[in-house]
């Protein structure tokens, strides 16, 4: 008689993702929860941060998933911060590393351990409104029209290759916040639907920098 295999424990999902935080972590929530369905293709393994005390923290430790903490005023040069993140992130080996929120750029060492496969998520239809204010820019701008982007990070400020976006009209009576509120809503969707079909499906940059989903 064959020897009989052991009951399979929870199959290892091939996605093991890294999130890099600075805030809330209301995109994070949304990866951890769609991670809780194994056909979902990826699970948060762990949550990185660039300073403490944030909520994005608290919701990863209220689930038991490992985090950390790299503060650039820990170290003497920027370089050597970004060492130290990269040397933190590689710990948990991950697959894909999502920037979600993560208010810092990433420098040298980190694109050269995971180029390619690290996200990120902005609240503007890129390239327009690239920085930290977004959305402010594109509601003083006057657009009808804004939304959100994952992209690939480059070296560049939110200037990688576009895999996904989504539209959101602008209200007049929108403000930063409320304008905000309704990108992010649409951000975490966009987000979650992207992240399960790279993790899938697989993809690839296209020299014309166009990324595609799938073989
Ligand atoms: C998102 O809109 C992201 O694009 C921007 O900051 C927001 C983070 O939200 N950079 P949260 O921390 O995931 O709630």
């Known amino acids: 008689?064959?020897?009989?295999?052991?009951?399979?424990?929870?199959?290892?999902?091939?996605?093991?993702?890294?999130?890099?935080?600075?805030?809330?972590?209301?995109?994070?929530?949304?990866?951890i929860d769609a991670g809780q369905d194994p056909g979902y293709g990826a699970t948060v393994v762990a949550v990185g941060a660039d300073r403490d005390n944030i909520k994005a923290l608290d919701r990863a430790a209220r689930v038991g998933i490992p985090t950390f903490t790299t503060k650039v005023k820990d170290f003497a040069a920027r370089e050597d911060w970004d060492r130290a993140l990269t040397v933190?992130?590689?710990?948990?080996?991950?697959?894909?590393?999502?920037?979600?929120?993560?208010?810092?750029?990433?420098g040298k060492a980190f694109l050269?351990?995971?180029?390619?496969?690290?996200?990120?998520?902005?609240?503007?239809?890129?390239?327009?409104?690239?920085?930290?204010?977004?959305?402010?820019?594109?509601?003083?701008?006057g657009v009808k029209v804004t939304g959100c982007t994952v992209f690939i990070v480059d070296a560049g400020v939110d200037a990688g290759p576009v895999v996904a976006q989504a539209a959101v009209p602008v209200h007049d009576t929108d403000d930063e916040q409320a304008l905000?509120?309704?990108?992010?809503?649409?951000?975490?969707?966009?987000?979650?639907?992207?992240?399960?079909r790279m993790a899938r499906e697989g993809w690839s940059v296209m020299s014309s920098r166009k990324v595609r989903i799938g073989s």
């Open 1 to 31: 008689m064959l020897p009989v295999a052991p009951p399979a424990s929870r199959p290892t999902p091939p996605g093991r993702l890294v999130v890099l935080v600075s805030g809330e972590g209301t995109n994070l929530q949304a990866l």
């Open 88 to 106: 933190a992130t590689e710990e948990h080996q991950p697959d894909l590393i999502v920037c979600a929120g993560f208010m810092k750029l990433l």
């Open 112 to 141: 050269g351990a995971f180029g390619g496969r690290c996200l990120n998520t902005h609240p503007a239809l890129l390239p327009s409104f690239p920085g930290m204010h977004g959305v402010r820019e594109a509601l003083e701008y």
């Open 180 to 196: 905000h509120e309704r990108i992010k809503v649409a951000e975490r969707v966009l987000l979650v639907d992207t992240v399960g």
